[in-house]
Protein backbone atom coordinates (compact mmCIF):
# COMPACT_ATOMS: atom_id res chain seq x y z
CA UNK A 1 0.00 0.00 0.00
CA UNK A 2 1.53 3.43 -1.08
CA UNK A 3 1.65 5.73 1.68
CA UNK A 4 2.73 9.58 2.31
CA UNK A 5 2.17 10.74 5.81
CA UNK A 6 3.16 14.83 6.38
CA UNK A 7 4.22 15.90 9.61
CA UNK A 8 5.87 19.48 10.94
CA UNK A 9 2.54 21.74 10.08
CA UNK A 10 1.51 24.42 12.87
CA UNK A 11 1.63 27.92 13.48
CA UNK A 12 4.32 30.27 13.23
CA UNK A 13 4.59 33.91 13.48
CA UNK A 14 6.27 36.14 10.54
CA UNK A 15 10.20 35.59 9.90
CA UNK A 16 10.36 32.23 11.76
CA UNK A 17 10.99 28.91 10.85
CA UNK A 18 9.20 24.97 10.04
CA UNK A 19 10.06 21.50 8.73
CA UNK A 20 8.27 19.73 7.29
CA UNK A 21 8.75 15.67 6.69
CA UNK A 22 7.12 13.59 4.05
CA UNK A 23 7.81 9.92 4.97
CA UNK A 24 7.11 7.56 2.25
CA UNK A 25 6.30 3.76 1.86
CA UNK A 26 5.05 1.23 -0.74
CA UNK A 27 7.03 2.09 -3.72
CA UNK A 28 10.76 2.37 -4.54
CA UNK A 29 11.41 5.66 -3.49
CA UNK A 30 14.67 6.08 -5.48
CA UNK A 31 12.90 6.11 -8.81
CA UNK A 32 10.53 8.81 -7.50
CA UNK A 33 10.33 12.79 -7.31
CA UNK A 34 8.58 14.44 -4.64
CA UNK A 35 7.32 17.50 -4.64
CA UNK A 36 5.46 20.06 -2.19
CA UNK A 37 2.25 21.60 -3.35
CA UNK A 38 0.26 23.54 -1.34
CA UNK A 39 -3.17 25.21 -1.44
CA UNK A 40 -4.78 28.20 0.25
CA UNK A 41 -8.37 28.79 1.06
CA UNK A 42 -10.23 29.91 -2.59
CA UNK A 43 -7.03 29.23 -4.54
CA UNK A 44 -5.90 27.02 -6.70
CA UNK A 45 -2.88 24.64 -5.40
CA UNK A 46 0.11 25.17 -6.32
CA UNK A 47 3.65 24.01 -6.71
CA UNK A 48 6.42 24.75 -4.11
CA UNK A 49 9.27 22.20 -4.67
CA UNK A 50 10.61 19.51 -6.14
CA UNK A 51 13.15 17.10 -5.54
CA UNK A 52 14.02 14.71 -8.22
CA UNK A 53 14.78 10.81 -8.26
CA UNK A 54 18.55 9.46 -7.21
CA UNK A 55 18.09 7.08 -9.95
CA UNK A 56 16.93 9.85 -13.21
CA UNK A 57 17.95 12.78 -11.92
CA UNK A 58 20.38 13.12 -9.57
CA UNK A 59 18.13 14.78 -6.54
CA UNK A 60 18.26 18.07 -8.81
CA UNK A 61 15.88 20.30 -6.66
CA UNK A 62 13.30 22.99 -7.99
CA UNK A 63 11.61 25.64 -6.70
CA UNK A 64 8.71 27.82 -7.23
CA UNK A 65 9.84 31.85 -7.54
CA UNK A 66 7.88 32.83 -4.25
CA UNK A 67 9.90 30.41 -1.88
CA UNK A 68 13.23 30.50 -3.90
CA UNK A 69 16.00 31.33 -1.35
CA UNK A 70 13.50 30.57 1.52
CA UNK A 71 12.56 27.16 1.45
CA UNK A 72 15.16 23.94 1.06
CA UNK A 73 14.33 20.46 -0.10
CA UNK A 74 16.05 17.50 0.73
CA UNK A 75 15.51 13.76 0.77
CA UNK A 76 17.02 11.01 2.79
CA UNK A 77 17.22 7.73 0.87
CA UNK A 78 17.58 5.30 4.06
CA UNK A 79 14.65 6.91 5.53
CA UNK A 80 12.36 7.25 2.33
CA UNK A 81 11.59 11.20 4.00
CA UNK A 82 11.65 13.91 2.09
CA UNK A 83 11.95 17.14 3.71
CA UNK A 84 10.89 21.17 3.59
CA UNK A 85 12.90 23.30 5.18
CA UNK A 86 10.87 26.95 5.67
CA UNK A 87 12.68 29.78 6.82
CA UNK A 88 11.61 33.47 6.40
CA UNK A 89 7.75 32.44 6.78
CA UNK A 90 5.72 35.08 5.43
CA UNK A 91 1.81 35.16 5.91
CA UNK A 92 1.34 34.53 2.55
CA UNK A 93 2.87 31.32 3.07
CA UNK A 94 0.06 30.38 4.87
CA UNK A 95 -2.05 27.13 3.24
CA UNK A 96 -2.58 23.21 3.34
CA UNK A 97 0.91 21.96 2.48
CA UNK A 98 0.79 18.09 0.59
CA UNK A 99 3.89 16.42 -0.47
CA UNK A 100 3.33 13.93 -3.31
CA UNK A 101 5.21 11.65 -5.27
CA UNK A 102 5.53 11.28 -9.23
CA UNK A 103 7.32 8.19 -11.06
CA UNK A 104 10.50 10.18 -12.28
CA UNK A 105 11.58 9.81 -15.69
CA UNK A 106 15.30 11.78 -16.96
CA UNK A 107 13.21 14.09 -19.61
CA UNK A 108 10.95 16.22 -16.80
CA UNK A 109 11.13 19.79 -16.90
CA UNK A 110 11.02 21.92 -13.75
CA UNK A 111 7.55 23.00 -14.92
CA UNK A 112 6.74 19.39 -15.29
CA UNK A 113 8.10 18.65 -11.70
CA UNK A 114 6.38 21.70 -10.12
CA UNK A 115 2.82 20.63 -12.07
CA UNK A 116 0.45 19.06 -9.00
CA UNK A 117 -1.38 17.34 -11.88
CA UNK A 118 1.28 15.14 -13.13
CA UNK A 119 1.60 13.35 -9.39
CA UNK A 120 0.46 9.98 -8.84
CA UNK A 121 0.64 9.29 -5.44
CA UNK A 122 -0.40 12.53 -2.73
CA UNK A 123 -0.28 12.35 1.23
CA UNK A 124 -3.10 13.73 3.39
CA UNK A 125 -1.93 17.25 3.98
CA UNK A 126 -0.53 19.23 6.90
CA UNK A 127 -1.92 22.78 7.73
CA UNK A 128 0.74 25.77 7.78
CA UNK A 129 -0.27 29.18 9.49
CA UNK A 130 2.07 31.99 9.66
CA UNK A 131 0.66 34.76 11.58
CA UNK A 132 1.62 38.75 11.17
Known amino acids: EVQLVESGGGLVQAGGSMRLSCAVS????????VGWFRQAPGKEREGVSC???????????YYADSVERRFTISRDNAKNTVYLQMNDLKPEDTAVYYCAALEDRTFFTATYYLTWTWYDYWGQGTQVVVSS
Open 26 to 33: GFTFDDYA
Open 51 to 61: ISSSEHDDSTT
